[in-house]
């Protein structure tokens, strides 16, 4: 499978953006597949952000819940991640990311197969 970010950018602090991945390529159904949210700030270890199935289980980082919304369109094979009230600490490269089923550890890092190549968030204060 393939995955394409867009949607990055720059942006005050308060301020929106919403990411975009589109998926392509996938052999399972998608509807099968857990897809989600990561990010990585330099010098840092990559961390989930937010992950969901097709049919609305969601799971979320404690420091986006109530900020951050993660959206499937399985007719358009596009994740979406809204995010609002950004923070300077939310600087990152965002990566879209899939593996097959389970629910096990869904915010982990190191559980998933299939990676974008990322998209730079940057939050001014």
């Known amino acids: 499978g393939q995955l394409v970010e867009s949607g990055g950018g720059s942006v005050q602090s308060g301020g929106s953006l919403k990411l975009s991945c589109t998926t392509s390529?996938?052999?399972?159904?998608?509807?099968?597949?857990?897809m989600g949210w990561f990010r990585q700030a330099p010098g840092q270890e990559r961390e989930g952000v937010a992950t969901?199935?097709?049919?609305?289980?969601?799971y979320y980082a404690d420091s986006v819940t109530g900020r951050f919304t993660i959206s499937l369109d399985t007719a358009k094979n596009t994740l979406y991640l809204q995010m609002n009230s950004l923070k300077p600490e939310d600087t990152a490269t965002y990566y879209c990311?899939?593996?097959?089923?389970?629910?096990?550890?869904?915010?982990?890092?190191?559980?998933?197969?299939?990676w974008g190549q990322g998209t730079q968030v940057t939050v001014s204060s």
């Open positions: 390529g996938f052999r399972s159904p998608y509807t099968t597949y857990l």
């Open positions: 969901a199935f097709s049919d609305g289980r969601s």
């Open positions: 990311a899939a593996r097959p089923g389970a629910t096990k550890a869904p915010l982990t890092p190191t559980t998933f197969v299939y």
